[in-house]
């Protein structure tokens, strides 16, 4: 079942080949089809229409199920909550309908977003998890159903049900997203993540969100740096984990960056990489910890997970 694009159904609509309308029909289209075996929704309205207007206008969103909503109840993934409903969508929401972008339902989620597993089945394979805690946001975008997605993370909720589901994630800059009306884990590392097909198409959704043009695939930004953080100091990485880290940084290598490797005496190899798109380091948790002057800022870190460490669905 093929995914959703976000920027090609944007491209379509703009250049009056697709309504908003009918983009929005596709979704419910494909939500009746594919939701009663993959289990990505707890309820969904199937008469929203498309707003006029914004750059989001004609997408259709699901919303994790411990994010606030006026127009559907907040369960959280849990009895106790069954039917309950806010007076109010929370402010992450309120940006999305600003957008113009049509809320289609809420996605489900583990239990308060913590450890219990949802029914949800992942779309590449029936007999295998998709993840959590943020399970339907990344089952439903995977299975086609919807272009974006909203989910949360504290530890891990966003990036791992994107990576089970094979789908593209973010987890944004911690606040760059509002929290209020999010059903709290963590005050101080509870974050509002995005779901789509692609990279480009979750730049274009997370622009619209925040009103950043610079986030937008074709704009001219400041060279990044990315840090990627090794785990010398806590054990070997799962080899699966090692491995994808060392696609990514390949990746990146191969984006523009150029490497070289030196000895770092707390752990077994420091590297560092500089170009015209950025510049990647490794370094270990004590000389090169923050504070000290070989360790640079960084933005954005690529991880590997510890052997023996928990990888179920909910676990932040």
């Not at 622009?207 to 740096?225: D, G, M, V």
Request: hydrophobic share 40%; net charge positive; with cysteine.
């Amino acid at each position: 079942m093929p995914m959703m694009s976000l920027a090609e159904l944007q491209r379509r609509i703009d250049a009056g080949n697709l309504s908003a309308d009918a983009a929005i029909a596709q979704s419910l289209e494909a939500i009746g089809a594919h939701d009663k075996t993959i289990g990505a929704f707890v309820c969904r309205n199937e008469a929203v229409r498309a707003a006029n207007a914004g750059p989001l206008r004609g997408i259709a969103v699901g919303i994790k199920d411990i994010i606030d909503t006026a127009d559907f109840p907040t369960q959280m993934g849990s009895k106790i909550y069954s039917g309950w409903q806010p007076r109010a969508d929370a402010p992450a929401v309120m940006l999305l309908k600003q957008a113009g972008a049509s809320i289609v339902g809420k996605t489900t989620t583990t239990a308060f977003a913590s450890v219990d597993p949802t029914a949800t089945l992942n779309p590449r394979n029936h007999g295998h998890t998709p993840g959590g805690s943020s399970s339907g946001s990344a089952a439903a975008v995977a299975a086609g159903m919807i272009p974006l997605a909203l989910g949360t993370q504290t530890g891990g909720s966003v990036i791992r049900p994107a990576s089970f589901c094979g789908v593209a994630a973010i987890k944004p800059s911690f606040r760059l997203l509002p929290t209020v009306g999010v059903k709290c884990y963590s005050w101080t590392l509870d974050t509002v993540g995005l779901f789509a097909a692609g990279v480009q198409d979750l730049a274009r959704g997370l622009s619209a969100l925040t009103n950043r043009s610079e986030l937008l695939p074709a704009a001219a930004i400041e060279t990044p740096r990315i840090g990627v953080v090794t785990q010398d100091f806590a054990g070997a990485p799962e080899g699966a984990g090692g491995e994808a880290l060392r696609i990514a940084t390949v990746a990146a290598e191969r984006a523009g960056a150029s490497g070289s490797i030196r000895s770092c005496r707390n752990s077994r190899r420091r590297r560092r990489w500089r170009g015209n798109t950025g510049r990647i380091t490794t370094r270990c948790r004590r000389c090169c910890a923050p504070g000290s002057t070989k360790a640079p800022a960084q933005r954005l870190l690529l991880t590997t997970r510890r052997a023996g460490s928990r990888t179920g669905p909910g676990v932040h």
